[in-house]
């Protein structure tokens, strides 16, 4: 059950649509949302005296980097709270800053049941202009820091019909399967589950024991063997079937950031361009 979600008012590219997810989601199950601010108070620090031996022109740049992020941040909470307001729902906004932005979205997550955020952009300071790479990787990071379930919104929203699970077949990629099932965080759905890269009768195994755990809840889910590596089919797939959401787990164990998610997750977090439910 979702009551409570956490919502990270960070970069601007997806902010719209992180909040229309999650007003959807508040209203379905008369949850209550944390917006949280996303701010590192080192760029804010910024603004202050020019550091000795810093250029004129570098110093100008970079107080107007900082006002420009601290007006991009207050934009981001006006818009919260007016969307909130005029949706009805039970909400309150949190704007403590601390010096390791990471570090307030974690402690913030483990009295949230969902958090949501940008799939590009989480972080407006410091990330303005990042590359999918990067974004990537700090989505890795955050669930490998215990921030799941993640809700990681596409810049455009688009309501959620349409289901694709990715199952590698790992424990960790069936927990996260088995969560988006059991949260149930949108009823009305086509659920497909798709494995990827097996032998004919390995994937039937993996289908079937997937299967019986969604008719066990309630759902009844298309099955597809997809004979490719994930790494190349698992987006491809998603799109050619107009998913609206990719649940993704992890499926492989690799070192740093790799190790979280596997390589193939990463690589489908720095290049979707779909809203991706991702845990471990």
Not at 19 to 36: I, N
Not at 87 to 98: D, G, M, P, S, W
């Given at each position: 059950?979702?009551?409570?979600?956490?919502?990270?008012?960070?970069?601007?590219?997806?902010?719209?649509?992180?909040?229309?997810?999650?007003?959807?989601?508040?209203?379905?199950?008369?949850?209550?949302?944390?917006?949280?601010?996303?701010?590192?108070?080192?760029?804010l620090s910024s603004v202050g005296p020019v550091p000795l031996g810093a250029g004129e022109?570098?110093?100008?740049?970079?107080?107007?980097?900082?006002?420009?992020?601290?007006?991009?941040?207050?934009?981001?909470?006006?818009?919260?709270?007016?969307?909130?307001?005029?949706?009805?729902?039970?909400?309150?906004?949190?704007?403590?800053?601390?010096?390791?932005?990471?570090?307030?979205?974690?402690?913030?997550?483990?009295?949230?049941?969902?958090?949501?955020?940008?799939?590009?952009?989480?972080?407006?300071?410091?990330?303005?202009?990042?590359?999918?790479?990067?974004?990537?990787?700090?989505?890795?990071?955050?669930?490998?820091?215990?921030?799941?379930?993640?809700?990681?919104?596409?810049?455009?929203?688009?309501?959620?019909?349409?289901?694709?699970?990715?199952?590698?077949?790992?424990?960790?990629?069936?927990?996260?399967?088995?969560?988006?099932?059991?949260?149930?965080?949108?009823?009305?759905?086509?659920?497909?589950?798709?494995?990827?890269?097996?032998?004919?009768?390995?994937?039937?195994?993996?289908?079937?024991?997937?299967?019986?755990?969604?008719?066990?809840?309630?759902?009844?889910?298309?099955?597809?063997?997809?004979?490719?590596?994930?790494?190349?089919?698992?987006?491809?797939?998603?799109?050619?079937?107009?998913?609206?959401?990719?649940?993704?787990?992890?499926?492989?164990?690799?070192?740093?950031?790799?190790?979280?998610?596997?390589?193939?997750?990463?690589?489908?977090?720095?290049?979707?361009?779909?809203?991706?439910?991702?845990?471990?």
């Amino acid at each position: 059950m979702i009551r409570r979600i956490l919502v990270g008012l960070g970069g601007q590219l997806s902010l719209a649509s992180e909040v229309d997810h999650a007003l959807e989601l508040a209203d379905r199950y008369d949850a209550e949302l944390t917006g949280v601010t996303i701010m590192d108070t080192r760029m804010l620090s910024s603004v202050g005296p020019v550091p000795l031996g810093a250029g004129e022109a570098a110093a100008e740049l970079a107080r107007h980097r900082a006002a420009a992020t601290a007006a991009h941040m207050e934009a981001a909470v006006a818009a919260f709270d007016d969307a909130c307001r005029r949706a009805k729902v039970r909400y309150q906004i949190q704007r403590e800053e601390r010096a390791d932005p990471f570090d307030r979205l974690i402690s913030e997550s483990r009295y949230h049941d969902l958090v949501v955020c940008g799939l590009r952009g989480i972080f407006e300071s410091g990330l303005v202009g990042s590359s999918p790479a990067e974004c990537g990787e700090i989505l890795a990071r955050l669930v490998g820091s215990g921030v799941r379930p993640l809700l990681a919104a596409a810049p455009q929203f688009r309501k959620i019909h349409r289901v694709m699970i990715a199952y590698s077949g790992s424990v960790e990629s069936a927990k996260t399967m088995k969560q988006f099932i059991q949260y149930r965080p949108w009823r009305e759905i086509q659920l497909r589950i798709c494995v990827f890269n097996h032998t004919p009768e390995r994937a039937a195994r993996l289908l079937n024991s997937a299967d019986a755990l969604c008719r066990s809840h309630g759902f009844q889910a298309e099955l597809l063997h997809i004979p490719g590596s994930p790494h190349d089919q698992i987006l491809p797939a998603a799109y050619d079937w107009n998913a609206d959401l990719l649940v993704l787990g992890n499926s492989a164990r690799n070192l740093l950031l790799r190790r979280v998610l596997g390589e193939t997750a990463l690589r489908v977090m720095q290049t979707s361009s779909l809203p991706l439910f991702l845990s471990q």
